[in-house]
């Protein structure tokens, strides 16, 4: 789960449950703010479909832009990936259609993530009283909550751009 893609507080596991502690409190404590569950599907499945279509959107690109990467016997007909963006971006479309306020609403919270990667994960040189901070509120946050930092499995292969 890390990997250089979140921010490091989202990234600690419960040492002996083996879960992510943070994501989940957060989360739980969103969900039980909203009075209406119906909608919270709605912002999660519009969520999923975004995600989806950039997941199989970057396939295909990648598919297209570097052919011989894929070296596992597992081949996979190009028509079913893009029968699968056609259907989620028409699932997206309607969705949109449904109930507009809705749709706004998720495209707005799944852009609030931007900042935050911005400054937790891209902003590579932060100042000394922010880094400090965070590595303050780090070691805070391990022992009150009991977690610890995921560590990176070095089965991963890295594809450099």
């Known amino acids: 789960m890390g990997d250089a893609y ?29 009075e209406d569950v119906f909608v919270l599907i709605k912002l999660t499945g519009l969520a999923f479909t975004v995600v989806s279509a950039m997941a199989v959107s970057s396939l295909l690109h990648i598919r297209r ?14 028509f079913l990936p893009i029968l699968y963006l056609i259907v989620n971006i028409s699932i997206g479309i309607f969705s949109i259609y ?9 495209v707005g919270l799944m852009a609030l993530g931007i900042p935050i990667y911005i400054i937790g994960v891209a902003w590579k040189r932060k100042p000394a009283f922010i880094e400090s901070g965070m590595y303050r509120t780090t070691v805070w946050l391990q022992k009150v909550l009991n977690v610890v930092q ?6 991963c292969i890295e594809v450099s751009p």
Do not use: M
């Open 6 to 34: 979140f921010c490091w507080c989202f990234c600690v596991w419960k040492y002996k449950r083996r879960g992510p502690v943070y994501v989940t409190i957060l989360l739980s404590i969103l969900f039980q703010l909203h």
């Open 65 to 78: 832009t570097n052919p011989g990467l894929n070296k596992s016997r597992f081949k996979l007909p190009i």
């Open 98 to 106: 449904d109930s507009p306020n809705d749709a706004l609403l998720s």
């Open 150 to 155: 995921q560590e990176t499995s070095p089965n």
